[in-house]
């Protein structure tokens, strides 16, 4: 089919999208006119879902197209909805309810970074007023921010990523013109990213009334943030040091330790029940009462590139989350090159897909084109600065070519700057 032909169609897909996701939110409003889903959604499906990224990932159940010689999906499944995509082509090569809006929890904290990380430069101080930290949730997950503190940037990013800490995400937000300003930013960028089943309503996936987004929304995020340095390394960071409170000593001398924060996906950190995933880089995890377990999960194997997806396992078994992920990405990465993809990851609104080979890919940064030089350690322990369990992402800036019969032709998605390769 002619680009200029996928181009018409791919437009038509997503204005048509978004006139049902609009038709689908038109019923009650939040005060601010906002759609308004319910945070506890019914055990099945809406039968009308966004068509974004192919007209079978609006539909209900599974979708996947299995070849010749391809290994069938794995049978002990059962999240409420899941993706499996090509990170760099943006192929989705199976799906499950992959635009059912659900609660995100946590992982809704890769739309926050993706948001804010090119706001603020990591050595930016910040001293904390008892004002950035009003309004945090009851029972939330927090890294243990004190009132009176200074921060760094970097030091609050750890706290996001590595702890999911509510606490850094408000502080990040207070230095961002508020909460208000914060969730605006993050529901036009998610606008951008032509998520449409997302909507914003507490920058760190809090459950909140009528805050939804879909495993399909996610994976653009996850994509969408790992086209940043910044967020390649934090996300994939395995443990670290945060400073602690400051604290006098009998002789009236001041002083300030800090403590071991370690990441809380499992697939980077491995558990009593579950051993760290082979090749795996990042990205984010969550849990709430509502939404349950949901995870977003990066993966290289043999030069493939794996997204994963995984929203509320029905299974209640320890880390079930994790297990689902880790035997969808087996299977995704088995079955590269023996089925048709089922739909596609879109690309940002503002992305030009028909550059040519040799071309910088959009969405990158100047600092990403400064690296793309040097190897970007991920699975990092920063308390040293080595590597921690070898993973690694090796920076190969601009677009990623494919040779196919001779001929090199550049990635018909928004690809990846980088792969992420494992460091023996």
């Avoid at 989705?92 to 059912?100: E, S």
């Avoid at 980077?268 to 579950?274: A, C, P, Q, R, W």
Wanted: hydrophobic share 35%.
């Amino acid at each position: 089919m002619p680009a200029t032909k996928k181009t018409v169609k791919r437009s038509l897909l997503v204005t048509s999208a978004a006139l049902l996701s609009l038709s689908l939110t038109a019923a009650p409003a939040l005060a601010d006119g906002s759609p308004s889903p319910s945070t506890s959604p019914s055990a099945t499906p809406p039968a009308d879902m966004s068509v974004v990224g192919g007209e079978r990932l609006g539909r209900p159940g599974t979708q996947v197209d299995l070849g010749s010689g391809a290994p069938v999906l794995p049978k002990d499944l059962t999240a409420r909805s899941w993706i499996v995509a090509d990170a760099e082509s943006g192929d989705v090569l199976a799906a499950h309810n992959a635009h059912w809006r659900l609660p995100p929890a946590s992982t809704m904290k890769m739309l926050f970074a993706d948001t804010l990380l090119p706001k603020f430069p990591k050595s930016t101080e910040h001293k904390v007023v008892p004002s950035d930290l009003a309004g945090i949730g009851s029972g939330s997950s927090m890294v243990g921010i004190k009132e009176d503190e200074t921060y760094t940037v970097h030091d609050l990013w750890l706290g996001v990523f590595l702890r999911s800490g509510n606490d850094a995400v408000h502080v990040l937000s207070a230095m961002n013109n508020g909460v208000d300003q914060t969730v605006k930013d993050m529901q036009a960028h998610a606008t951008e990213l032509q998520a449409l089943d997302t909507n914003v309503v507490s920058p760190d996936g809090y459950d909140a009334k009528g805050q939804v987004s879909s495993a399909y929304d996610l994976t653009l995020f996850a994509r969408s943030g790992l086209q940043k340095k910044d967020f390649r390394e934090y996300c994939s960071t395995v443990r670290a040091d945060f400073p602690g409170e400051t604290k006098k000593n009998k002789k009236g001398k001041k002083s300030r330790e800090s403590f071991e924060i370690q990441n809380t996906n499992r697939l980077l950190t491995g558990d009593s029940d579950i051993s760290t995933y082979q090749g795996i880089a990042g990205v984010k995890n969550g849990n709430t009462t509502n939404a349950g377990a949901t995870f977003t999960g990066v993966a290289e194997r043999d030069g493939k590139v794996l997204l994963v997806t995984v929203m509320n396992p029905e299974k209640n078994e320890h880390n079930e989350v994790y297990k689902e992920t880790a035997r969808l990405f087996d299977w995704g990465f088995q079955a590269a090159g023996k089925i048709q993809p089922v739909g596609e990851l879109v690309p940002p609104k503002g992305v030009d897909t028909t550059a040519q080979p040799g071309a910088k890919a959009s969405g990158g940064t100047a600092e990403d084109d400064r690296a793309s030089s040097k190897p970007v350690a991920a699975a990092t322990d920063t308390r040293s600065g080595s590597s921690g369990i070898g993973i690694a992402l090796a920076v190969a800036g601009g677009f990623v070519v494919l040779l196919a019969a001779g001929v090199f032709l550049v990635n018909r998605r928004w690809p990846l700057p980088d792969l992420m390769r494992r460091r023996r």
